[in-house]
């Protein structure tokens, strides 16, 4: 593979992967909705989808109209398909680097304060009055949890508020460092360094493969 679209393939890869060991290392727990949790990881996933399917299906009669501007409106159209993606799934909350049995007693002191009439059905959670229904769902090795939507018909503003009032009581949470994360780390930044090797061996070759994946 050419040096610049391997860089472009996994250099977003490596900066995700480290910022994920980073936000399972820290001290604080970090809750993030949804869509900006996908919002993310399709920015990781952006360079791969260049040099593959965008490169498979390579538009050449809008190359040769829109020269290199079609590169613009292939972005765009990503981009669009990325928000069809994060508008079709249902609503949901990320909570990074906490356990379930750390997240339950704050949890249930927001609910208790946002709707009284709240009900518990083991992992599943249930607000009428907010017009929210979620249950979770954990990851272990990563002390990551989701709080995802059970059902149709839910009210975003509730889900909003929800986000909102947990977010609050999670910012004074302090939680243990989750040493396992320190691979994710190590796996991003060696992956970093191998693409600035590779990028470094021979910028000519670099800068070279980069003007002939845009004007392709």
């Known amino acids: 593979m050419d040096p610049f ?8 890869v490596a900066i995700y992967v480290m910022l994920l060991g980073m936000i399972n290392l820290a001290r604080r ?11 993310a990881l399709g920015l990781a996933v952006a360079g791969l989808f260049i040099i593959g399917p965008i490169q498979l299906f390579f538009p050449q009669a809008a190359s040769v109209l829109f020269r290199e501007y079609v590169w613009i409106i292939l972005a765009i159209l990503y981009a669009l398909g990325v928000s069809l993606v994060i508008l079709s799934v249902r609503p949901r909350l990320v909570i990074y680097n ?16 946002l709707d009284p009439e709240a009900r518990w059905a083991g992992d599943s959670l249930t607000l009428p009055t907010l017009n929210v229904r ?27 508020k929800l986000e909102t009032t ?15 994360c320190i691979s994710l ?8 360094g191998y ?10 070759q670099t800068a070279q493969s980069m003007l002939e994946l845009f004007r392709s």
Do not use: K, M, Y
Request: aromatic residues 8%; glycine residues 8%.
């Open 29 to 39: 727990p970090f809750l993030v909705s949804g869509s900006r949790d996908l919002t």
């Open 185 to 192: 780390i190590v796996i991003g930044v060696l992956l970093a």
């Open 5 to 12: 679209a391997l860089c472009l393939a996994l250099g977003p």
């Open 98 to 113: 906490i356990s379930a049995d750390e997240l339950r007693p704050i949890l249930a002191d927001v609910v208790q304060r």
């Open 166 to 180: 947990l977010a609050e009581a999670l910012r004074g949470f302090a939680v243990p460092r989750n040493v396992r």
């Open 195 to 204: 693409l600035g090797w590779v990028a470094a061996i021979d910028p000519q």
């Open 134 to 160: 979620l249950h979770f769902e954990a990851s272990s090795f990563f002390r990551n949890l989701s709080l995802v939507s059970s059902g149709p018909h839910q009210d975003p503003l509730g889900w909003r």
